[in-house]
Structures are given as C-alpha cells and as structure tokens.
C-alpha cells in the first residue's frame, strides 16, 4: 500500500503546482473515524458507503479516495492534500469533520471485507477499521 500512495502522491504533486504557484502541497492520508455502510448487500445492486474523517487544519483538502481489490477484500482510505501555507487555522472536531460518500457495486457471492484506513500504531504497523458484509442474492 505504501508504494502505491506514494506513486499517488508524486504523481499529484508534480501535476498540482504550475511554476507560478506558489503554494506547494503534502498528501497525506486521514485516519476514519468511522462508516456507514449496510448490513448486508444483495448482489448486483449499488449502495451509498460514507466515511468519516477529521480534517486538523484549513488546509487540508479532500484529494482523493485511495481503493485497493484483492477477491472480496477491500482497502479503503482517505488522501488530503494538505497546502503548505503560513495561514492555517486549526479546527476543533466538529468544524474539521468531514464526510466522503462513494458508490459499491456488489458483483460477487459471499462476503465482503472493508479494511478503512485508521492510521498508524506505534510500531509504524497500518490499522484498520474492519467490516465483513454478507451478500444475499
């Protein structure tokens, strides 16, 4: 995972920034919080997943939802990034509360497991929030 978000991350900042801006920006991923997301799926159809994360500063912006498949697994996480400016206001947890809604189309039986993103332990070890949800047909 590591390797990708950082492929990602090159990738947008040296297409973010013309030479006459000034502003430079960081990727950064954001712990989430937490999920809405139903119990079960039936298959075929398409259903609203909404994740909860906490943007620390003014300057962090959504950029993107990083997405990774492996069978039933999905990785799932929040990128901002974050303007390297001297103005940034600090929010506290509720003007800094964000939400990201994306479409999952169900095209598989069985269950699928939802890995979010939420951030780092003290080892450098990824954690994630974890959810298994069944298919009916």
Known sequence: MKKIVSLFALFFILNS???SDETQYLFELRPIES???????TLGETYP???HYTAPTSCYYFSSLYYDK??????????????QRG?????NPDTGARTYTF????TSNGSYIFKFYQGKDDQGNNIYLEYEVPVTN
């Open 17 to 19: 920034c013309s030479p």
């Open 35 to 41: 999920v809405d997301l139903p119990t079960e799926f």
């Open 49 to 51: 997943i909404t994740v």
């Open 70 to 83: 492996d069978l039933n697994v999905r990785t799932i996480a929040v990128e901002n990034a974050v303007a």
């Open 87 to 91: 103005d940034c206001q600090e929010l």
């Open 103 to 106: 479409n999952f189309y169900v």
